[in-house]
């Protein structure tokens, strides 16, 4: 009739006075029941003893009967898992003709076999008993409905997820001769909420990104006419993003200069993204940051910016294609391609590259580095949809004129593919 908080002392003094192999233990590691004993009655005031159960504490190995059932709950988890990873694969591979995910997904099913292979396949099998699962005759009505294959995937990822914590759980039971079975699973099933998180934000990139082609990125050093002119005429002429680069500039003056961007292409409705700064961008409001290979990580900008911006990332080889992926940007860089006036590289990846690239992202991207009107077909028809440059129009005296061409030589690029 009193309270208390129950402590480790309730505990261990439980444990200490009902006879059992724990007691003994306790009792050879010198711990006194009768020291433990009044330090409880003394904490409570007054006398007390264990209260009589029917249910004994084990120790020993868990039983048949328990071990049986374990196996068969990993069977059928095993296949409700595998069963749902294929669905999101197939759609991934068929409808959105996600390279980059569906290889992460194979990847992803092999390693779930190679895990599973860690158990006996005879003991899964030897407890199946589909005809009497209670479970096979009991269903929902959502679960005959999806409304898009956005729901279908979504629902196929927490199915899958879902059956690896099962695995993960009931995995415990199955021995000591198994202990890195429930490690696995745990380890699949965090990589499967990134999976998740890859396939289901490629459907949400804003159509805006998504057909983007002229992406300018201008720095105020290397404008040959004012600057405001440069965005603005480029902008009327087909540039789709403005990106803010500025190296030079210290943090007052580069956020008044942002603001004053920021201003410009609302305007227009055109994007802006602000180079390396996600701080920076957070403040001008803009609608999105780039990041280079040495900047801050794709989930540490994102704490800074929120969900609703977008985030770049410059590549340079097919890991890090698939890591900026994995790590949730938006779109990618790719390149340099050619020699730039703007920034120095240690090396070109070259127009195979860029074919690679084109087989591998789903993500939108752009090609870079040294791109100009001189070289911009090539890029394209190595199969670039979009293209960042700088110098071509930051050097120009008719900027807007330079666009129009730019813009120009992608739609000969359309009429080329067409024919």
Known sequence: GRHAEIGSEHLLWGLSIVE???????????????????????QSGFETSAIAVDEQLRTEAVSRSDNADAWRIVDAAANRCSEGVRVVEDVTRFSQNDATASRMLKQWRHDFSALMQLLPARNRLEQRDTPRDVGTSISTRSEGERQSLVELLTANFKRAQEALRTLE???????????DFPRGAEQLRYRLYTLEKIVLSA???????SSARLYLLVTRDLCAVDPERVVRESIVNGVDVIQIREKSLDDRELLDYARAVRAWTREAGTLLIVND???IAALCD?????????DLPVAEARKILGSGKLIGVSTHNLEQIDRAVADGADYLGVGPVFPSGTKQFPEFV?????????????LPWFALGGIDESNLASVLSAGAPGVALCGCLCDSNEP??????L???FSNSSRGAGS
């Open 20 to 42: 059992s192999d724990v007691s003994e233990f306790l009792s050879e590691c010198g711990v006194d029941t009768s020291v433990i004993t009044g330090h409880v009655t003394a």
């Open 169 to 179: 759980e009931t995995g415990k039971l199955l021995g000591p001769e198994y202990l």
């Open 203 to 209: 459907r949400t990139i804003p159509l805006q990104l």
């Open 277 to 279: 700064r996600p701080d």
């Open 286 to 294: 803009a609608d999105g940051v780039h990041l280079g290979q040495e």
């Open 350 to 362: 070259g127009k195979e590259f860029v074919r690679q690239a084109a087989e591998r992202i789903e």
């Open 400 to 405: 807007g004129a330079m666009a129009a061409r």
């Open 407 to 409: 813009r120009g030589q």
